[in-house]
C-alpha cells in the first residue's frame, strides 16, 4: 500500500521561504519512478487547489502560478521523495499542503489522484 507523508512545513514570516517534503513508502524506486507527483494546497475556508505537478522524469513540471515564480517542485526518485520549495511567502500562502500521486500526469493534477498525504499546515504571519 502506497503511504504519502509530508514534512516540512511550519510558521514563516512574510518573505521568507519553506521546502516542503513528501516520502513515499509501500514503492520502491522504480515503481515510484511511475508516478507523477503534485502538491496541493487547501487555504482555510476554500477549497483545496494544485500547486504544482511533477512528471515520471521530473523533466515536466506544470505551476499553478508559473508567472510568479515563487514555488519550485523537484523529485528525487532514488529517495523516493518529492520537494517543493517556496519562497518569498506571502500570507496568502497559508495552507494545508497536500501531496498526491497518480500515474497519469493528468490526473495528479487533479481531486482524483490515487493517493493522498494528510497534509502538513504551512503559516505566513508576521
Known amino acids: 500500500q502506497v503511504q504519502l507523508v509530508e514534512s516540512g512545513g511550519g510558521t514563516v514570516q512574510p518573505g521568507g521561504s519553506l521546502r516542503l517534503s513528501c516520502a513515499a513508502s509501500g514503492l520502491d524506486f522504480i515503481d515510484f519512478s511511475n508516478y507523477c507527483m503534485g502538491w496541493f494546497r487547501q487555504p482555510p475556508g476554500k477549497e483545496r487547489e494544485i500547486v504544482a505537478a511533477?512528471?515520471?522524469?521530473?523533466?515536466?513540471?506544470q505551476y499553478r502560478d508559473p508567472s510568479k515564480g515563487r514555488f519550485t517542485i523537484s523529485r528525487d526518485n532514488a529517495k523516493n521523495t518529492v520537494y517543493l520549495q517556496m519562497n518569498s511567502l506571502e500570507p496568502e500562502d497559508t495552507a494545508v499542503y497536500y501531496c498526491?500521486?497518480?500515474?497519469?500526469?493528468?490526473?495528479?493534477?487533479?481531486?482524483?489522484?490515487?493517493?493522498w498525504g494528510q497534509g502538513t499546515q504551512v503559516t505566513v504571519s508576521s
Open positions: 511533477i512528471d515520471w522524469s521530473g523533466d515536466g513540471r
Open positions: 498526491a500521486a497518480d500515474s497519469s500526469f493528468v490526473v495528479v493534477r487533479t481531486a482524483a489522484a490515487a493517493y
